[in-house]
DNA sequence: GGTTAGCACTCAGGAGGGCTGAGTGCTAAC
DNA sequence: GTTAGCACTCAGCCCTCCTGAGTGCTAACC
C-alpha cells in the first residue's frame, strides 16, 4: 500500500496532465490528447509505453481496454502529495470573498455561512460539524427576571455555545432567592462539562436550596435536549448531485442519503481530520465508509484558541478540484478560527472573583 | 380553469382509483388493472368508455397513445379538494411522533427538528421558514458585564428570536453607564421592529450618550447582519432526489439548486400559503415558479399565540402521497405552535413599568 | 341504453446486429 | 530511446425487429 512511487520526471508529467485532464473533463484520458494537448513534446506512441508502466504501478487504470486512461485512488494520493502545485487562491475568488464577510448573529449562523461560503469557494458540497457539546464546559449562567413568573436563562460555555432558556417558574419567586440559586449555579457549575449539568448541580443542593431541586432539573434539563446527536451544517449538496459520475439513478439518493445521517459522518469526518491545523485528504477507498469509496474528503479543523472545536470539509467525487479545494477548506477554516476568536475568544476566565458580587442594572 | 367537474359517482371511484394506483406505482394506470385490482365491478371495456370521458375533461392524460392514463395537474386537484379521504394520521406513526418529541434548545434548533419531523412523517422533502425579522420587534435588551471590557447582550424578540452578542468595549466602562445605555436602549427600542434598530436608537442619542454613539452602532449593528437574507431549513432532500420522476440525469441538480436558492424559495411559500391556519397544497403548474412545474408543495403557517410566524412545507413530485403529506404538514404545524407558544409565549408585555427599577443578581 | 367481448391498431422499450471511432499493444524501423 | 504503422478491441450509437400493454371502435348482449 505505502508503495514508493519515485517516477521519472516524464512520468510525473505525464501523469499530472492525465489527472488535471481528467478533472476537467471526467472522460479517460488517452495518449493522442495528451501528446496533443500538453506540451510534453513525444508522440502517443512513447506516450503509451509511459501510460502501461503508470497502470503498471497502479497509479492509472482503464475502465475498459479499448478507453484511456483515469487515475486510481492511489494516482490521486500521489498527485494529491507531490504532484499538484498547490495554486493559490485566484484574486478573483479572494476578493469576491471579501464581499462575503464571514458574520453570523450566532454560532450557528456562523458555522452555516462558513459551509456556504465553503462550498462556493471549492465547488463541492461543503459540511462543517459543529463543537461537541460533550467538551463543553459553562463559562457563566445567568437568570434574569422576565415578567412576573418567567425567567430567562443565559448560559455561555467556553466553546461559543449559548443557550437562552425561557421557564416559567413553578411559583413566583422573590429576587434574593434567584440571585441565590444563581450565584450557587455558577459556583458549581462554572468549567464543568455541559452533559454533566444535571447531576452535578443536582448533587450539590442542600439546604435553602432543597426546595428548588424540581425546578433545577427542570431548568438544567432543557440545555441541552435529548437530541439525537449533534447536527451537521450541510452547503449546496446540489454540487454533488450535478456530478456526472453520480448521474446514475440512485446513485445521487445514495449519497444524499448518506449525507442526512449526520451522526455517521460526523464519524467519518472525525476520523479523517487531523488533531493539527493541517489540511487533510481522505481518497476513495481510504474514507472509512464503504459507500464513500467514489467520494473524496477534504478536512480541516477550526479552532478557538488552541482548542479543537469541530471540523470543516467539503465532499465531492474522487475526482476533484483538489487543488481548489484544499485551498477553499483551508482558507475558511482560518477564517472560521479567526471569526470565532473575535467572537467568542474572551481572555481565560475573566469572570474571576467578580460574579455575584457586581449589581448590574434590572432587566 | 375554475371548471365545475360534476362527476358520477362511478367517474369519481375510477379516478380515485387511477390517482391512488399511480401515486403507488407511478407507472401509467391501465384499464384491466383497474378492473382486476380495485372493486370497481366493471369490465375493461366499460371502464375504457370512463377513463376516456375523464381524459376528454381534462382530468386525466396518457403520455403516448398506447401507454395507460396518468392523472392531470387538474385530476390531483379535484382529487385533494373532494375525493380523497383525508385518513388520520395512522396510530404507529403518530406513536412513533410521541417519542420524538419536538423540542429545542432554541428556535433554531426547534424549526430544524420541525423540519426533521415533517419529512420523516410525510416522507417528503420539508423546509421551514423562520419568522422573518423585519416583523419581530424587540421585548427586551440586557446588558451584562463580562469580564473588565467585555459585554454579553441579550436581546429578546416577541417572535421567540434571542440575539447574543458579546462584545468588546471600547474601553473600560463604569456600571453606571452600562445600566444607564441599558436602560435607554429599553425604553428607546421596546416594541421596535428589529429592522430599523440603527437608525432608531441613534436618532434618540443626546446629551449624555452621544460619546457612545459608535459603540451603540456596533452593539446593534451586530444584531442583525446583513446576511443575503433569511435561511430556510430543508430536511431530507435525498426523498426528492430517489423519485423516479427525477431521475433523469440533470433533474435532481436542478431541484436541488432551485432549493439552495433560499430567498427564491421562501417567495413560493409565501406566495403559497395561507394567513390563517388552514393547509394549502399547490400542484404543478399551479406553483408560481416554472422550475416547479412538476413539484406539489403542500403549507400551512405556525403561529406563536394569533401570529403567524412563518411556514412549514413539504414538497414533492405532483404524484405525492398528498393525504399523508396534508396531514404531516397539518399536525407539525400544530405542534410547532404549540412548541412555541409554551417556549415564547408569554404573557403580552409582562415587562411592563418593572424594567429598570428592579435589580437582579450580578453577573 | 348501458355493458361487454372481440378485434385491429399503436407505440415504448428491449433485444439483436452492424458500424464507427477512440484507444490500445506490439513490432519494426529510425 | 523514440516513433510510425498496423492489427485489434470494444463502448456507444443507430437501425430494425419483436413483444406486450394498452387503446378505440364496433357489434352483440342484457
Redesign the interface.
Known amino acids: 500500500m505505502e508503495r514508493d512511487y519515485r517516477l521519472t520526471p516524464r512520468k510525473q508529467d505525464i501523469l499530472r496532465a492525465v489527472i488535471r485532464d481528467y478533472i476537467l473533463t471526467a472522460e479517460p484520458v488517452g495518449s493522442r490528447t495528451l501528446s496533443k494537448k500538453y506540451d510534453l513534446g513525444l508522440s502517443p506512441a512513447t506516450i503509451r509505453n509511459e501510460l502501461s508502466d503508470l497502470e503498471d504501478e497502479g497509479l492509472l487504470r482503464q475502465p475498459h481496454t479499448s478507453a484511456g486512461r483515469i487515475p486510481s485512488d492511489h494516482g490521486y494520493r500521489l498527485f494529491v502529495d507531490t504532484l499538484m502545485e498547490r495554486e493559490a487562491m485566484p484574486d478573483e475568488r479572494r476578493n469576491e470573498l471579501e464581499r462575503w464577510p464571514l458574520?453570523?448573529?450566532?454560532l450557528?449562523?456562523l458555522l452555516?455561512?462558513a459551509a456556504k461560503l465553503t462550498a462556493l469557494l471549492s465547488g463541492c458540497t461543503a459540511m462543517v460539524r459543529p463543537p461537541k457539546r460533550a467538551n463543553s464546559r459553562v463559562k457563566?449562567?445567568?437568570?434574569?427576571?422576565?415578567?412576573?413568573q418567567?425567567i430567562?436563562m443565559?448560559l455561555?460555555t467556553d466553546q461559543g455555545q449559548?443557550?437562552?432558556?425561557?421557564v416559567r417558574l413553578p411559583s413566583p419567586m422573590a429576587?434574593d432567592e434567584?440571585?441565590l440559586i444563581?450565584?450557587f449555579l455558577n459556583e458549581q457549575l462554572r468549567d464543568k462539562p455541559l452533559d454533566q449539568l444535571t447531576e452535578t448541580a443536582l448533587n450539590e443542593v442542600n439546604g435553602q436550596l432543597a426546595s428548588y431541586q424540581d425546578f433545577l432539573r427542570a431548568l438544567l434539563g432543557?440545555?441541552?435536549?435529548?437530541?439525537e446527536g449533534e447536527?451537521l451544517y450541510v452547503?449546496?449538496?446540489?454540487y454533488l448531485?450535478?456530478q456526472p459520475e453520480f448521474?446514475d439513478?440512485?446513485k445521487?439518493?445514495r449519497l444524499?442519503?448518506l449525507?442526512?445521517r449526520e451522526p455517521m459522518m460526523i464519524r467519518v469526518m472525525d476520523a479523517i481530520a487531523s488533531n493539527g491545523a493541517e489540511v487533510r485528504v481522505a481518497i476513495g477507498s481510504e474514507n472509512p465508509v464503504p459507500d464513500l469509496q467514489e467520494c473524496s474528503l477534504v478536512t480541516a479543523t477550526y479552532r478557538l484558541g488552541d482548542r479543537v472545536l469541530g471540523e470543516l470539509a467539503v465532499i465531492g467525487p474522487t475526482r476533484m478540484h483538489y487543488s481548489q479545494a484544499i485551498a477553499a477548506v483551508e482558507l475558511m477554516a482560518d477564517r472560521l478560527t479567526a471569526a470565532l476568536t473575535e467572537?467568542?475568544g474572551?481572555?481565560s476566565s475573566?469572570?474571576?472573583g467578580?460574579?455575584?458580587?457586581?449589581?448590574?442594572?434590572?432587566?
Request: aromatic content about 2%; charged content about 20%.
Open positions: 458574520r453570523g448573529e450566532d450557528s449562523d452555516q455561512q457563566f449562567i445567568q437568570l434574569t427576571p422576565v415578567g412576573e418567567d430567562l443565559v455561555l449559548v443557550s437562552n432558556q425561557l429576587l434567584l440571585v444563581a450565584n432543557r440545555v441541552q435536549p435529548p437530541s447536527r452547503s449546496h449538496q446540489s448531485a450535478t448521474s439513478v440512485g445521487v439518493g444524499l442519503s449525507l442526512e467572537l467568542y474572551l481572555e475573566p469572570l474571576g467578580h460574579l455575584g458580587r457586581r449589581r448590574t442594572q434590572g432587566g
